[in-house]
């Protein structure tokens, strides 16, 4: 690998406020010292922390200004190096530009200048999609790369899940008590983004291993399926009624 070229899973996986890489055009883009110039604000850059946002990018008509693609060349620290997947692997690569999205969500979700009671709302309803859709579709995906079905007693638990979680956001929410929202919404925010997290990091790793083995990748899916599962058996409401 070329000494400047960095690994798209090491910006997938290592990309986060501290370290704000983003993919555009094959060319890594570190954004530490132009988040807060952006004329289209932080918020559209920070959703796409990660991730390769050449679509996005040039869904935007100013962005074919030459002064655009001057300040392109002066954020890009290295070229991407990307493994080119296997068809039986393809699956893969969309499956963790997903899970990445989705963990950008909920990292941006808090807001200084927000009504707690509000901040719970927004992270509620992330929340709710984690649990209705997001995680469903992760556990089929991932589940179906090493050629078996979902398991049953996963969904059903999500289930669960999706109605504790309804009835104890409405609760919070209705009560209107800004300090238990707060502390709900925080715990939103850092549960879930720490299941992502792993799930990224083992998703990153099975890229990694497809550098010299399948075999070795299928062992990493299966360990991003054991953290969805063992975090959705785990995540009983003895657990919520501790916020």
């Known amino acids: 690998m070329d000494q400047n070229a960095m690994p798209m899973e090491n910006v997938l996986e290592k ?40 679509a996005d990018f040039h869904h935007v008509s100013a962005h074919a200004r030459s002064g655009v693609r001057q300040k392109l060349r002066q954020l890009a620290v290295a070229e991407v190096d990307s493994v080119p997947l296997p068809a039986a692997w393809t699956r893969l690569g969309e499956l963790l530009d997903h ?17 707690p009671v509000h901040d719970l709302i927004y992270l509620g309803q992330s929340y709710q999609h984690l ?55 925080q715990w939103i925010q850092q549960h879930c983004t720490a299941l992502l997290d792993d799930v990224i990091a083992c998703g990153s790793a099975a890229v990694r291993a497809l550098r010299a083995s399948s075999a070795e990748s299928a062992g990493r899916v299966e360990e991003a399926v054991s953290a969805i599962e063992t975090w959705v058996q785990g995540n009983d409401e003895a657990k919520l009624n501790d916020v």
């Open 131 to 185: 649990l209705d859709d997001h995680l469903r579709v992760f556990i089929d995906g991932f589940s179906a790369l090493l050629g078996r079905t979902a398991d049953p007693a996963s969904l059903r638990r999500l289930d669960e899940l999706s109605t504790n979680a309804q009835d104890r956001v409405e609760d919070t929410v209705a009560k209107a008590d800004a300090a238990a929202a707060a502390v709900f919404a």
């Open 99 to 115: 899970v990445r999205l989705v963990r950008n969500s909920f990292a941006v979700q808090l807001s200084v200048g927000r009504e």
């Open 15 to 54: 990309s986060d406020t501290s370290c704000p890489l983003i993919v555009v055009d094959h060319h890594v883009l570190d954004l530490t010292d132009f988040l807060r110039w952006h004329p289209g604000g932080a918020a559209v850059l920070l959703a796409n922390l990660g991730r390769d946002a050449s």
